[in-house]
């Protein structure tokens, strides 16, 4: 007995609607840019009164740039030029060398280095300039000569504080104690700013605190120190013109004297200002190239 089944089906050849619809395509999207309608009018403001400044200097007879341009590089003025990056050069070493010393006492686990240092600090950013120049101008009416010896017994070697402290002596101290006063704390802030785990990863690895301090902690801390210690120095360049009051011969100084005789004043004015703008402007390229080669490594 053989078993049957249906045949199968034959396949339809037919083929089935297709139901999927095919989706329009969309209209094209306008960009539209925003608009900044107050900033072109601010923008157009501002052009407007640059253009008129500039006119203004180039054409008013006032400024006087015939008596400008035969000022600008007389021997006077040069070498006052001189005199004003001494005293910049000679405030920024001394003042960072002792605001180290500085920052490190108030770093110290000993209390009363702290005291000390918290204590100059506090002093010396307290007193005004001008008084703290004047002040180291007449040390020799305080002290007539100083002394080297035993404390407080006999002394081996004395000088006539009036010879030992002239005028160029006391601005350059006046300018570098007022200094180590503000770069203790910019060195003190950049040093903080590192990360104290580094400093017990290689304490654990037995590298002196000396080279710690040298290879670890001070190439990081530049980072942080160096914009505000370009600020420093710059202000200390720009400061120097206080030191006129102590007839020292600095750019401003003579540049008073000169007017004084000749009666241009604003000329004169434009000189100095001339020679500070162009100093200043080479300090922030030094400041771009120093910053540069201590920033390799980071993230920015």
Request: aromatic share 12%.
């Amino acid at each position: 007995m053989s078993l049957t089944s249906d045949p199968p089906a034959a396949p339809s050849l037919a083929k089935e609607p297709d139901t999927t619809t095919t989706p329009s395509a969309p209209a094209e999207l306008v960009v539209v840019p925003v608009r900044h309608p107050w900033r072109w009018v601010a923008v157009a403001v501002t052009a407007v009164l640059l253009t008129q400044f500039l006119h203004g200097l180039v054409t008013n007879p006032g400024w006087e740039w015939d008596v400008f341009a035969a000022f600008f590089t007389t021997e006077t003025i040069l070498r006052a030029v001189w005199v004003t990056l001494q005293l910049t050069f000679y405030g920024t070493a001394l003042g960072f060398a002792i605001g180290i010393v500085l920052a490190f006492m108030r770093l110290s686990a000993s209390p009363f280095l702290r005291s000390v240092a918290f204590g100059y600090i506090w002093a010396f950013r307290s007193i005004p300039l001008i008084v703290q120049l004047l002040f180291w101008f007449n040390l020799a009416y305080l002290y007539k000569e100083l002394s080297i010896g035993i404390p407080f017994g006999p002394s081996f070697l004395s000088f006539d504080t009036m010879g030992l402290v002239g005028e160029m002596s006391a601005a350059v101290l006046g300018l570098a104690l007022h200094q180590a006063a503000y770069a203790a704390e910019i060195v003190r802030g950049g040093v903080l700013a590192v990360d104290e785990g580094q400093l017990q990863a290689a304490a654990s690895l037995g590298i002196p605190r000396l080279r710690q301090v040298r290879r670890i902690v001070l190439p990081q801390a530049m980072r942080s120190i160096l914009p505000n210690a370009a600020n420093e120095i710059i202000s200390l360049f720009k400061g120097t013109s206080i030191v006129s009051v102590m007839a020292i011969g600095e750019l401003f100084y003579q540049v008073q004297v000169v007017y004084g005789r000749n009666g241009r004043v604003v000329p004169l004015l434009m000189v100095a200002t001339a020679w500070y703008v162009l100093l200043t402007t080479a300090l922030s390229v030094v400041q771009h190239y120093v910053e540069r080669h201590y920033a390799k490594g980071s993230v920015r």
